[in-house]
Structures are given as C-alpha cells and as structure tokens.
C-alpha cells in the first residue's frame, strides 16, 4: 500500500514539474504578451495543483492523518491565477492603443478599461 | 523514488525559474516584467513545496502559504498601479 | 438565525480555512474554527451588506466536476500548442462574448472559468458589464468558442446563480 503511494506521489511530482517547466518555457517563447498569458494561467496553475496532490497524499500516507493544509494553497491560486491574469490583461489594453482600436466592439458600450462606466451602472453590492 | 522524482523536480523547477529570469530580464514591456514575477513566485513555492516533501517535514508550509498571499497581492498592486496611477485610492 | 449566522456561506468558508490553517481535525480546533466562523462574519457584517444566493447546490458540484475536467484538457492542449506549435502559427483572436449573467458574483466565477479553461484568457469587461473580452491561443472558428463558453459554462450558472 505504501508502495502504490510512493508511485502515485512521485508521479504526481514528475506531472506537476514537467507542467511548471512547459508553463514557464511558453512564458519565454510565445511572441506577444496575450498569448505569454496563457502559459503562466493555465499549465503553471496545473502544475502547482499537482505538485500540492501529491504532498497532500504524501504527508496523509506518512502521518496517518489527512493533510489539509495543501488543499488552502491550491485553492487560492486557483481563486488568484485568473483575476492576476485579468488585470494583467486590463494593464496591458491599457498600455497598447494600438491594440485597443483592434478590438471587437461590445454592443452598446466599450471596454472598461478604456472607457469610463455608464450613469446606470450596475452597482457592486 | 519519491528522491528520484525530486531530484528531477528540482532541476525542471530551476530552469523553469531560469527561464522566468530570463523574460523578467528582456522584458520588452512592464507588463511583462510582472507576468515573470507572478510566474516566478508560483516557481518558488513549488520548490518550497517539493523541499517540504523531500526533508518530510510539513514546517515549510506556512511559507509558502505567505508566498502565495504575497505574489498575488503584488501582482495586483502593479497592475493596479498600472491601470490607476495609485494602489490604494 | 439571521442575525447570527448572517452569511452561512463565509461561514463554512471560514471554519474550513481556519481547520486547514491548523491541519488538525482534533475536536478542539472544530469548535475554534466554528466559533470563528459565526464571529467573524458578525463583526464584518457591515463590509458585506448583500448576499450571495445560491439556488441550486447539487448543480455547483457538476460545475466543479465539468470545469475540473476542462482544466485539465485545456493544460494538456497548451502544453502541446507550447512544444510543438509555437510562434506565429497560432490563430490567436480578440472575441467578445455577450453576457446574460446579470449578478456579478455569477460573471465573476464565468470570467474566472474562461481563464482556467481551454485556450481562452478572459481579458476586459464591457463597461456596462454585458459582455466580456476573451482572447484565444488558437482559434479556428472563433464563434464556436463563443457557443461553447455560452452553452457550457454561462447556462449552468444561470441555474446556479440566478
């Protein structure tokens, strides 16, 4: 039993770092900062999640009592990794008017980022 | 096994935060530069992680609990900076 | 009840964070983390003057369990665009995808699937909140990307959030 765990953990461990290292290998390679989002959101996150499974099974196996403290960490950078990609986002139609003119157009309205809101707003509750 | 595994973690986490330096270093843009450190951070506490699974003990965890608040919050204080011209308005 | 418990949901949240924080299902730290979890939300009630409502719990696990899926695929098809077809072969496009969520809650945790999921970074909001901006690593057909973010993931929310 012991064993299935240890094939299991260093599974995990090998999956979650050969996703950090794609993650970061399309951080340096992708040509433009869009698309250089997508590497550090999606492949990062994953291998990071990976990498705390397999502590959790880990440490659980070891100490014969679950480990809990790994799933905090993976829940909040699944929470984090998209509203930081979000803003980066935000920052960078900021920075780019060249950009902003290629945009689709919303119905009615602009981009928030570059347009100020509506009198009717809805309003953060 | 679980060291063999570790080992090549650690080696593939290295490069990869090489690999951040590196874009963190040629930018072109700010906004680059932030995506590289918010990667860099996530580098980070994976090999804080893999270390906490290598030495068996579960003490590392509150740092990388911390370097997880902290990399997000200041990722979202430069953009915010970036956006508004202030970080707290 | 309502005035003691006034968010059930931060709550749980909180209880769950402080038994995870202290790794320990003792019975000491249950109670520590239940009474934590009616205190703090009384305190911070006034930060927290509307309340999420959820109508339909049972359909936030098949949520979970669809975009946890998704995630998966969507970082084994990134990886694969990374390796093999990077640089300027990738049909990267702006899309905007008309919203029907009205709660912001609800377009929240949608603009945080379309980033979490397959291809797609959700990038801007409308600034009447009605639609949201998404830019896709490879898109063939960018319509179908717009469907399937539409039929997949905005209808369950409705269920669930509205």
């Known amino acids: 039993m012991a064993h299935l765990s240890d094939i299991v953990v260093a599974g995990l461990i090998l999956v979650g770092s050969f996703f950090l290292l794609v993650g970061s290998l399309g951080l340096a390679t992708l040509p433009d900062l869009m698309r250089r989002l997508h590497a550090p959101t999606k492949a990062t996150t994953l291998g990071i999640g990976a990498l705390l499974i397999a502590s959790t099974v880990h440490f659980t196996v070891a100490t014969g009592t679950p480990s809990l403290h790994e799933v905090l960490i993976t829940l909040f950078l699944f929470i984090t990794a998209p509203v930081s990609a979000h803003m980066l986002a935000k920052a960078h139609i900021l920075r780019h008017p060249d950009l902003q003119a290629r945009l689709p157009v919303p119905d009615n309205s602009g981009w928030a980022t570059v347009t100020p809101p509506p009198e009717d707003a809805c309003e953060p509750r | ?89 | ?162």
């Open chain 3, 1 to 162: 009840m309502r005035h003691l418990l006034p968010h059930p949901l931060l709550s749980v949240v909180v209880a769950f964070v402080w038994i995870g924080l202290a790794n320990s299902l003792s019975a000491g730290n249950l109670l520590l983390g239940a009474g934590l979890g009616v205190l703090i939300p009384l305190y911070t009630r006034r930060y927290w003057p509307g309340r999420v409502t959820i109508k339909r719990p049972l359909r936030v696990l098949e949520y979970f369990a669809i975009v946890a899926w998704d995630i998966l695929v969507s970082n084994v098809q990134v990886a694969g665009l990374i390796l093999f077809r990077s640089g300027p072969k990738l049909r990267s496009v702006f899309v905007s995808v008309p919203l029907e969520l009205r709660t912001p809650e609800a377009i929240a945790v949608l603009t945080g699937t379309i980033t979490l999921t397959p291809g797609t970074v959700s990038a801007d909001l409308s600034a009447d909140g009605r639609a949201v901006l998404v830019h896709c690593l490879d898109a063939a057909d960018p319509d179908a990307v717009v469907r399937t973010i539409k039929s997949r993931y905005e209808r369950r929310l409705k269920d669930i959030f509205e």
């Open chain 2, 1 to 89: 096994m679980i060291e063999t595994a570790c080992m090549v973690a650690f080696a593939a986490i290295s490069v990869a935060a090489l690999l951040n330096l590196w874009r963190l270093a040629v930018g072109p843009d700010v906004v680059d530069r932030i995506l590289a450190l918010d990667t860099l951070v996530v580098n980070a506490i994976a090999l804080v992680v893999v270390t906490g699974i290598w030495w068996a003990t579960a003490v590392y965890f509150e740092a990388a609990l911390l370097f997880a608040m902290v990399g997000f919050l200041s990722t979202v204080a430069f953009c915010k900076y970036l956006l508004r011209g202030n970080v707290i308005e």
